[in-house]
């Protein structure tokens, strides 16, 4: 069973190729045009990917020896993301599968997000509590089998990936900025500059109100010495990424305590951070949680874990035709 998967939901265009249920390729073409407009430009987005996608999945089919005709499905990202980027990957998708005679997989982008932790071991047990954050997202997912997720706990506001790469902007940190918040606070003292939590009800997070406290806290440090940012630099970031990484595994341990789950995973582009994965393998060796860590490459949008869904919808008969359309958001459905 060979499946072509791929993704190409925000700024990464990627394919991979899965063998019953191993991961044979994955590339990814970074897009670095957005880096001189400090954020990622939608229509520039759609432009790379049109460039990209045709070496990309050659290089996949190559790299994984596999050829067209050997491949019994495609699979794309259909949402959530931005509509003219998803278009661009589902319309090469579509196109394939019909002038191959094979069937479609759709694949929501969170999901797989989840579901890389299959790619390798160790893999979760079921049930498993997955803490899903990235720029767009930020959800406690109760995972009850490959198909069958529910989100207990996410954003009323911002993403916490949102929050990391504003207040980098603040500090005049070059896009993306929140791997560079993560490296500097490695050399700072988290403990220096507290700022407030928020207050949200159950399982819930918001990231509005700790931007907005950041952001005046900084003016005013700037007001009495112009070169404070300079100066505390690694300081204030290791401050900032402390209260987010805090928030977010308040609640995670709050929902473990809630479900009685203690198989605790963490997915997207933010379980990148350094300090997220030492705070939680800490906290989970504290209560007894056995804890799951995608390795890198899995984190950051890729097609390996739009591959691995995929997989497990084409075990499930789960398939979906040439009407499917992309959709920039895309409700977290079992």
Same mark, same amino acid.
């Given at each position: 069973?060979?499946?072509?998967?791929?993704?190409?939901?925000?700024?990464?265009?990627?394919?991979?190729?899965?063998?019953?249920?191993?991961?044979?390729?994955?590339?990814?073409?970074?897009?670095?045009?957005?880096?001189?407009?400090?954020?990622?430009?939608?229509?520039?987005?759609?432009?790379?990917?049109?460039?990209?996608?045709?070496?990309?999945?050659?290089?996949?089919?190559?790299?994984?020896?596999?050829?067209?005709?050997?491949?019994?499905?495609?699979?794309?990202?259909?949402?959530?993301?931005?509509?003219?980027?998803?278009?661009?990957?589902?319309?090469?998708?579509?196109?394939?599968?019909l002038g191959l005679g094979i069937p479609l997989i759709a694949v929501h982008?969170?999901? &797989?997000?989840?579901?890389?932790?299959?790619?390798?071991? %160790?893999? @979760?047990?079921? =049930?498993? $509590?997955?803490?899903?954050? !990235? *720029?767009?997202?930020?959800?406690?997912?109760?995972?009850?089998?490959?198909?069958?997720?529910?989100?207990?706990?996410?954003?009323?506001?911002?993403?916490?990936?949102?929050?990391?790469?504003?207040?980098?902007?603040?500090?005049?940190?070059p896009y993306p900025g929140g791997p560079l918040i993560d490296k500097h606070? &490695?050399?700072?003292?988290?403990?220096?500059?507290?700022? %407030?939590? @928020?207050?949200? =009800?159950? $399982?819930?997070?918001?990231? !509005? *109100?700790?931007?907005?406290?950041?952001?005046?806290?900084?003016?005013?440090?700037?007001?009495?010495?112009?070169?404070?940012?300079?100066?505390?630099?690694?300081?204030?970031?290791?401050?900032?990424?402390?209260?987010?990484?805090?928030?977010?595994?308040?609640?995670?341990?709050?929902?473990?305590?809630?479900?009685?789950?203690?198989?605790?995973?963490?997915?997207?582009?933010?379980?990148?951070?350094?300090?997220?994965?030492?705070?939680?393998?800490?906290?989970?060796?504290?209560?007894?949680?056995?804890?799951?860590?995608?390795?890198?490459?899995?984190?950051?949008?890729?097609?390996?874990?739009?591959?691995?869904?995929?997989?497990?919808?084409?075990?499930?008969?789960?398939?979906?035709?040439?009407?499917?359309?992309?959709?920039?958001?895309?409700?977290?459905?079992?």
């Amino acid at each position: 069973m060979n499946i072509l998967a791929i993704e190409s939901s925000c700024d990464e265009t990627s394919a991979a190729v899965i063998t019953n249920g191993k991961i044979c390729s994955n590339v990814v073409a970074t897009q670095l045009i957005h880096t001189q407009y400090g954020g990622v430009v939608p229509e520039l987005a759609s432009r790379a990917h049109q460039q990209h996608i045709v070496p990309v999945v050659d290089k996949a089919l190559t790299d994984a020896k596999v050829g067209k005709i050997d491949l019994d499905a495609i699979a794309f990202t259909q949402g959530p993301g931005l509509l003219g980027a998803l278009l661009v990957g589902s319309s090469f998708a579509k196109s394939m599968a019909l002038g191959l005679g094979i069937p479609l997989i759709a694949v929501h982008h969170m999901q &797989a997000h989840v579901l890389a932790h299959f790619i390798d071991d %160790p893999r @979760p047990q079921f =049930p498993f $509590l997955c803490l899903t954050v !990235s *720029g767009g997202h930020t959800q406690i997912v109760k995972v009850n089998g490959p198909l069958q997720m529910e989100i207990i706990g996410e954003t009323r506001d911002d993403a916490v990936g949102e929050a990391f790469d504003k207040t980098a902007k603040l500090l005049d940190l070059p896009y993306p900025g929140g791997p560079l918040i993560d490296k500097h606070a &490695a050399a700072g003292n988290p403990q220096a500059y507290p700022f %407030p939590l @928020p207050e949200m =009800p159950g $399982l819930d997070f918001s990231f !509005s *109100g700790i931007k907005t406290s950041f952001l005046y806290f900084l003016q005013k440090r700037v007001r009495e010495n112009p070169d404070f940012i300079h100066e505390n630099l690694d300081d204030i970031c290791a401050s900032i990424q402390f209260t987010l990484i805090d928030i977010l595994l308040k609640k995670l341990k709050r929902a473990s305590r809630e479900t009685g789950i203690k198989e605790i995973a963490i997915a997207g582009g933010v379980s990148a951070n350094s300090g997220l994965r030492k705070s939680l393998t800490e906290l989970g060796s504290q209560l007894g949680w056995q804890v799951y860590i995608p390795a890198f490459e899995y984190c950051t949008d890729n097609a390996a874990m739009i591959a691995m869904a995929a997989h497990f919808k084409y075990l499930a008969n789960d398939f979906t035709d040439q009407t499917a359309s992309p959709l920039a958001r895309m409700e977290f459905h079992s």
